[in-house]
């Protein structure tokens, strides 16, 4: 079964923090995303990475950045949260094509 | 650009009853589909897919969703719902210069009555 793991399920922070979401998946998939999920708006993607130290934006990447160093890990930053950032974010997997497999979620308060 | 409509936030069926989502999406050539399911709690599992051929398309847990292009649609149906079909279905659509991305709709919460 393919898995994907995110770091933390509940994440309190403070205004102005520096905020780390890491995300592993252990099916050595090439394509990594991160969404964030909210009520009445659906999944949309923040940035995504399709190969080791490669990025793409998403359709929301203000005040996000990404690393991605090695293959099975990818990290979605949050450089200074801020309270409209919180919202659960969703990080998913994928070998190629786009069906995606995703992990359960860090649902992020920011205080 | 691609977008997709789900246009029912809510919907409540009877425990045995059929069910129909409905889905609507905006897409210039042949449209890559997908329909995800969230529990509660948990992360999004893949339902059921449409990429070419067939029009109707089997999935899991008994879903099934037809892709009619002359109405832009892709409706999810199940002929008899169970309580624990009752979570979050969402739409998607793959978006994005080489198709890698899922654009997806707002999602229809599904609430089961017995």
């Known amino acids: 079964d393919v898995k994907v793991t995110q770091s933390s399920r509940y994440l309190v922070k403070r205004t102005g923090e520096k905020v780390f979401l890491e995300c592993v998946q252990d099916?050595?998939?090439?394509?990594m995303f991160w969404y964030r999920q909210d009520p009445g708006l659906g999944l949309r993607l923040i940035y995504f990475?399709?190969?080791?130290?490669?990025?793409e934006k998403g359709d929301i990447p203000e005040g996000y950045s990404v690393s991605r160093e090695k293959k099975e890990r990818f990290s979605l930053i949050l450089e200074s949260a801020s309270t409209n950032q919180t919202s659960m974010y969703l990080c998913?997997?994928?070998?190629?094509?786009?069906?995606?497999?995703f992990g359960p979620g860090t649902r992020l308060t920011v205080l | 650009a691609q977008s997709v409509t789900q246009p029912d936030i809510h919907i409540t069926v009877s425990e045995g009853a059929s069910l129909e989502l409905r889905c609507n999406y905006s897409?210039?050539?042949?449209?890559?589909l997908f329909w995800y399911v969230q529990s509660p709690g948990q992360g999004l599992q893949l339902l059921l897919k449409?990429?070419?051929?067939?029009?109707l398309v089997q999935g899991i847990k008994g879903f099934e969703a037809e892709f009619k292009r002359s109405q832009s649609s892709f409706n999810l149906r199940k002929p008899s719902v169970h309580w624990s079909d009752a979570a979050e279905y969402f739409c998607?659509?793959?978006?994005?210069?080489?198709?890698?991305?899922?654009?997806f709709g707002a999602g229809t919460i599904l609430r089961v009555k017995s």
């Open positions: 998913a997997s994928s070998l190629s094509g786009i069906q995606g497999y």
């Open positions: 099916m050595d998939h090439e394509n």
């Open positions: 990475s399709y190969d080791v130290k490669m990025k």
């Open positions: 897409y210039g050539a042949t449209p890559y």
């Open positions: 449409y990429f070419s051929g067939d029009t």
């Open positions: 998607a659509v793959a978006a994005g210069e080489y198709g890698n991305k899922l654009v």
